[in-house]
């Protein structure tokens, strides 16, 4: 499986900054993801990053606050913008592999605390 | 929509007994897949297995095994001999297959600590 690594694996951020989060996969992969898990709480999508193209984002998630790129095949960037403690959670990118078993497969994640 | 139900919100269980981590799902989508993860206190997600809807044969893996009956639209998973490593918490999920627009339902975890 593919190999994916995440650029901070943590961070305490003040209230009203931006959070740049990277995420790098040691193979081409089409399809990346963006997911938030709020303390205790199950993970929700934030958006698909396709290279090439706008990622498309999920229902109550808007560029404005959490822009996306993905300038190629094996990187992409979430950033958490004006910052307030309800973005504490942890940040993961997933990257879904095609063959005999499609699969996501999940970075380490990166744990934001807002103060 | 699809929807993944883990009922079983926490579960202790003591060193070496068995336990069993239930999953319920609703899907419209006649071929599908679904996948059991594993998220240690560190955060990370591990991938555990993925089945797709055409299998229902049982799996085993070590100490780990899966049991997926359609009939229930259930997909349960089951540790023997738990040890301390496996406390962490459990997720199941659903996706659709069709492809170019694969998006994971979770269910909302269960977490399993093993006492020593």
């Known amino acids: 499986s593919a190999v994916i690594s995440q650029k901070p694996s943590r961070d305490i951020c003040q209230r009203g900054t931006s959070l740049t989060i990277q995420c790098q996969v040691d193979?081409?992969?089409?399809?990346m993801f963006w997911y938030r898990q709020q303390p205790g709480q199950s993970l929700t999508l934030i958006a698909t990053?396709?290279?090439?193209?706008?990622?498309?984002?999920e229902s109550g998630f808007v560029i404005d606050k959490f822009p996306i790129s993905r300038p190629n095949l094996t990187f992409s960037t979430l950033t958490v913008s004006n910052m307030s403690p309800e973005d504490s959670s942890i940040y993961l990118c997933?990257?879904?592999?095609?063959?005999?078993?499609?699969?996501?497969?999940f970075g380490p994640g990166t744990r934001l605390t807002v103060l | 929509a699809q929807k993944v139900t883990q009922a079983q919100t926490e579960i202790s269980v003591v060193e070496k007994e068995d336990v069993t981590l239930d999953c319920v799902y609703e899907?419209?989508?006649?071929?599908?897949?679904l996948f059991w993860y594993k998220q240690p206190p560190s955060g990370e997600l591990v991938f555990l297995i993925r089945r797709n809807s055409f299998d229902e044969q049982n799996e085993i893996s070590g100490r780990y095994s899966w049991n997926f009956q359609k009939s229930t639209s259930s997909f349960n998973f089951t540790i023997t001999a738990s040890q301390v490593v496996d406390s962490a918490v459990y997720f199941c999920a659903l996706i659709p297959s069709n492809f170019g627009n694969e998006k994971l339902t979770f269910g909302t975890g269960t977490r399993l600590t093993i006492i020593p």
């Open positions: 990053a396709n290279q090439g193209s706008e990622a498309t984002y």
């Open positions: 899907t419209r989508d006649t071929t599908y897949y």
């Open positions: 997933s990257v879904e592999e095609y063959g005999p078993a499609d699969t996501q497969y």
């Open positions: 193979s081409q992969v089409t399809m």
